[in-house]
């Protein structure tokens, strides 16, 4: 079976420091990548996804940047935290052109202070 | 771009009753409808789903009906419990890549 791993679960971070999320799926290949930002009380902002290695697509303009070294490994970094990162991070997955679900993992909580 | 509505924001039920949360959505083209469960600290998970050419489907206590003139769809919580206690989104989806989602409707069940 799929599953999908998200690492730190908790980050607390100073305004201006980098920052480094990485989520991992097991159990499929070429999978689509996605990450969300949810806000405390609000809905989920789609941030970045990736349909292979290398290959990336931003919804949002901001200071955050996604990348995919390997087929099954999505990384969300930042050169520079701001407040306005704080959030609840999620990364999900797809099985592609074969199907719509979206699976996700088990978030990172992220706070910028 | 894709709009989805969500209402109500907040609902509040006895336990036993029935939950009706409302999404209407604007791509005419959208064809997969997916509802989500998400509980406090947690990522969503997937509880049912519909695609276009479906009306209705159930899933025990359950259920997700589709209307596509009309572009909403709706999810029915029957006998409700405490655990069903969470915030639910609805999406909408075109093509394989890219969900828009709704903005989340907090159920309590009042035991």
């Known amino acids: 079976s799929q599953t999908i791993h998200q690492w730190p679960a908790t980050l607390v971070q100073p305004v201006g420091s980098p920052l480094s999320l990485e989520c991992t799926v097991e159990?499929?290949?070429?999978?689509?990548l996605y990450w969300y930002r949810q806000a405390a009380g609000r809905g989920l902002q789609l941030l970045f996804y990736?349909?292979?290695?290398?290959?990336i697509s931003s919804e949002v303009p901001q200071n955050l940047s996604a990348s995919r070294p390997q087929d099954r490994q999505f990384i969300l970094s930042s050169k520079k935290l701001l407040l306005s990162d704080s959030g609840f991070y999620l990364c999900?997955?797809?099985?592609?052109?074969?199907?719509?679900?979206?699976?996700f993992g088990p978030g990172t909580r992220l706070t910028v202070l | 771009g894709e709009n989805v509505e969500q209402h109500p924001s907040t609902l509040s039920v006895q336990e036993g009753d029935s939950a009706v949360i409302k999404c209407t959505y604007s791509?005419?083209?959208?064809?997969?409808f997916p509802w989500y469960k998400q509980e406090l600290g947690k990522g969503p998970q997937l509880i049912i789903d519909?695609?276009?050419?479906?009306g209705e489907k159930k899933d025990q206590r359950i259920a997700v009906t589709l209307n596509k003139t009309a572009k909403h769809f709706s999810l029915h919580i029957t006998e409700t419990q405490p655990e069903d206690s969470a915030v639910y989104f609805c999406?909408?989806?075109?093509?394989?890549?890219?969900?828009?989602f709704g903005i989340g409707t907090k159920l309590q069940v009042i035991p």
């Open positions: 519909i695609r276009s050419n479906v």
């Open positions: 159990g499929t290949s070429n999978p689509n």
């Open positions: 999406a909408v989806l075109r093509g394989y890549q890219k969900v828009t």
């Open positions: 999900a997955w797809s099985p592609g052109l074969a199907a719509n679900e979206q699976f």
């Open positions: 791509d005419s083209a959208s064809n997969y």
């Open positions: 990736s349909v292979g290695i290398g290959q």
